[in-house]
């Protein structure tokens, strides 16, 4: 209601009303509402009094009676469409951005009567509608004198000053400072942030929302009454549809599924049937709390036997979304019955139903599947603020191959994650990352991993890890990435278990690496399980075991890593903690060249040169060739120079091995040192000779050491 207040001051230049000041006296001041707090009930109930003090509580507008609107809503309209469009194209600041929001969206209506019971007593009674959830709510405020009002309409615009604080940071790392490109931003901002705050949606909603008002009587029973609060929503009720808000989004809500927790719970000691199916539904996913079976069966239960099913059929929108959950699961002993879930979710029109009707298309759950239905009912869910929603769009339009959309993507993935969605944080994240849909920043990819990680999403600390530990964003600092690992190792994150041994293994903390290898290798982490193979082979702060690293590489090469399996056909290649086997060594390169490893090609390659299976090494030397594997355009080159299997050619060898020494192959330099120095397929040149023959001694070359001093 703060907000509620200070617009109202702020408006009064624009309100429209006679010059008349008529008392307004009000007697026994007090408000009962479950819709505001006590400090909203305070202002309200001061505004009230000081308002009719002042004499505003006249009109010279005509509907119904007298009517009074607190806000000159023309005025307005016109007011908002010349700031927007001059701030818009003046300002990008973050103030600019929330003062437009806030001026646009509109979350309460409230519309009171003031009717005079007897001569010169009035009382005031009123109705309060939530827009956006349809709560309707009873209050009836105090007596009054001499008043010359029968109807009073007001507005307020309210935001989370959390969801407003991240709305704010996530403006100002997208776009502050940014001044060229003045216009292109300024497009950037209204379609991903002011597209937030509709003004013709907010304006259906109103109508709608004063429509239900018109539609309802006021109470007039006894005139002199203590002032009570009729409620055609209960307490229970209303703590429940916060607990959604908190659970879903809603309301521009920060998402927190502990405060959806303790409210739901809060709702069903109150005697909410509804909640206690819901607490049924945490307990079983662990939603804002630990999951747990056996107590979620008690609530699954419970929730039965009081009559969920029968709360549904009276309209509890509530209980119509719960009840369809319960036979989407089979929770509380239902036998499951998708089409009578799908039937419910599609009575309730809420926006947890659409959500769940969107996932059924989406994965072809008793539907035919159907992307495009999907991604319908998920709009719908997300428009209505469903944060899980407008994540799943952000998902969909990043990875459906028929739906990619980057732009769209980042919107939707912007929207959830300023009500404080981890997962679409992390999509932005990596957004910024691999530059899909934004200008690659790892800078803002860092950032953005951070505030996902904050949330304890794991996968985003285990970023925060990398990032640190390779300095991508951020100067690199191996301490701050084992903290950023060790906090998603505590979810158990097995990732980072790797990564937190990479740390150690290369700083050659052999040992240390090890302990995290093998706490990986415990969930069968296969690149740990190829590290621990490397750790035996060599002996790195280890006894060498070529036996035990067979083990590894065998348990990683069958759970598909294709460098597990060039290493098991290497070792069977030549004994190495196994029988010697060609035939087991092909099938090995074979499964790894498989996934395009070009050293495996090159290997098979080497089976057949070995037995002077010429053509047949040739064909895959020339693979891994295409590939850019050095050590095969040698080889081919020695086939050309010596004519193994083909004619030889002394050009087509040169060439050759003059690839592989760019590619910096010791072996290489050596023979196009020797060609040179020959004319072997180039040009007699001694000069060059002597220039690839010193090249080759810088990486240790014996030999060409030797052709060195022929050549002095």
């Known amino acids: 209601m703060k907000n509620l207040l200070i617009l109202f001051f702020l408006l009064l230049p624009v309100i429209a009303f006679s010059k008349k000041n008529v008392p307004f006296m009000l007697a026994n001041v007090e408000i009962e509402s479950s819709l505001l707090n006590d400090s909203d009930k305070k202002q309200l109930s001061e505004t009230l009094t000081n308002s009719a003090q002042s004499g505003i509580f006249n009109s010279q507008r005509q509907m119904k009676g007298i009517v009074f609107s607190l806000i000159d809503e023309d005025a307005q309209k016109q007011a908002l469409k010349e700031q927007s469009s001059q701030r818009k194209k003046e300002c990008l600041d973050n103030e600019c951005l929330v003062d437009t929001g806030k001026m646009l969206a509109a979350q309460k209506i409230a519309k009171f009567l003031v009717k005079e019971t007897s001569k010169n007593n009035w009382r005031i009674s009123g109705k309060i509608v939530d827009v956006e959830s349809g709560a309707i709510e009873n209050v009836e405020i105090g007596y009054c004198k001499e008043c010359g009002l029968k109807t009073l309409e007001m507005f307020e615009i309210k935001m989370s000053e959390t969801s407003e604080k991240l709305l704010i940071s996530l403006y100002e790392e997208n776009y502050q400072g940014k001044t060229d490109d003045r216009d292109v931003k300024t497009e950037e901002v209204k379609s991903t942030y002011t597209s937030n705050y509709n003004l013709d949606q907010l304006q259906k909603n109103k109508d709608e929302a004063l429509k239900k008002l018109d539609k309802l009587d006021f109470d007039d029973d006894d005139d002199n009454k203590k002032i009570t609060v009729k409620e055609t929503s209960s307490d229970a009720k209303i703590i429940f549809n916060d607990a959604i808000d908190y659970y879903a989004g809603h309301d521009k809500k920060i998402v927190n599924q502990k405060t959806a927790f303790e409210l739901m719970k809060k709702s069903y000691e109150k005697g909410y049937i509804p909640a206690t199916g819901w607490m049924c539904i945490m307990f079983n996913k662990g939603y804002g709390t630990e999951k747990d079976s056996y107590t979620a069966k008690k609530y699954c239960d419970e929730a039965v036997s009081k009559g969920l099913e029968k709360e549904a059929e009276k309209g509890d929108v509530n209980a119509v979304v719960t009840i369809g959950i319960f036979y989407d699961n089979g929770y509380g002993g239902i036998t499951p019955d998708f089409e009578r879930a799908y039937n419910f979710y599609k009575k309730a029109n809420h ?362």
């Open 351 to 712: 926006s947890i139903a659409l959500n769940n009707l969107a996932d059924m298309y989406y994965y072809g759950n008793h539907v035919s599947a159907n992307t495009t239905q999907a991604v319908e009912y998920f709009q719908k869910a997300a428009e209505m603020g469903n944060v899980l929603s407008q994540s799943w769009l952000g998902y969909i339009f990043k990875t459906e191959s028929n739906f990619i959309n980057y732009t769209l993507s980042t919107n939707w993935f912007l929207k959830a994650a300023a009500q404080g969605d981890a997962y679409s944080l992390r999509n932005l994240a990596e957004a910024y990352y691999y530059g899909t849909g934004v200008t690659a920043d790892t800078k803002k990819a860092f950032d953005f991993f951070v505030k996902a990680g904050d949330l304890n999403d794991k996968i985003a600390q285990s970023w925060v890890g990398y990032m640190y530990q390779y300095g991508y964003g951020v100067s690199k600092n191996i301490t701050s990435a084992r903290e950023w690992y060790q906090k998603a190792i505590n979810q158990d994150d097995t990732y980072s278990m790797h990564n937190m041994g990479l740390t150690y293994y290369e700083e050659g903390k052999y040992k240390e690496s090890v302990k995290w290898f093998e706490k990986a290798n415990e969930t069968n982490y296969v690149a740990s399980q190829v590290k621990l193979g490397e750790i035996y082979y060599n002996g790195y702060g280890v006894n060498a075991d070529t036996y035990k690293a067979f083990e590894y590489f065998l348990k990683a090469g069958n759970g598909g890593n294709k460098t597990a399996q060039s290493w098991i056909g290497y070792m069977y290649h030549y004994g190495y903690g196994t029988r010697k086997n060609i035939e087991s060594a092909r099938d090995w390169y074979q499964k790894a060249a498989d996934q395009n490893d070009a050293y495996s090609m090159h290997n098979i390659g080497l089976t057949y040169y070995e037995e002077q299976a010429y053509a047949t090494s040739f064909s895959w030397f020339k693979k891994a060739a295409e590939l850019n594997y050095i050590d095969s355009f040698v080889k081919l080159g020695e086939i050309y120079f010596n004519g193994y299997g083909t004619t030889a050619d002394y050009y087509k060898a040169f060439d050759y091995y003059l690839k592989g020494a760019q590619g910096n192959n010791k072996t290489a330099m050596e023979w196009v040192g020797y060609c040179y120095q020959f004319g072997y397929g180039v040009t007699l040149n001694k000069r060059e000779a002597i220039v690839w023959y010193q090249k080759a001694v810088a990486l240790g070359s014996t030999y060409a050491q030797d052709r060195l001093k022929e050549l002095k």
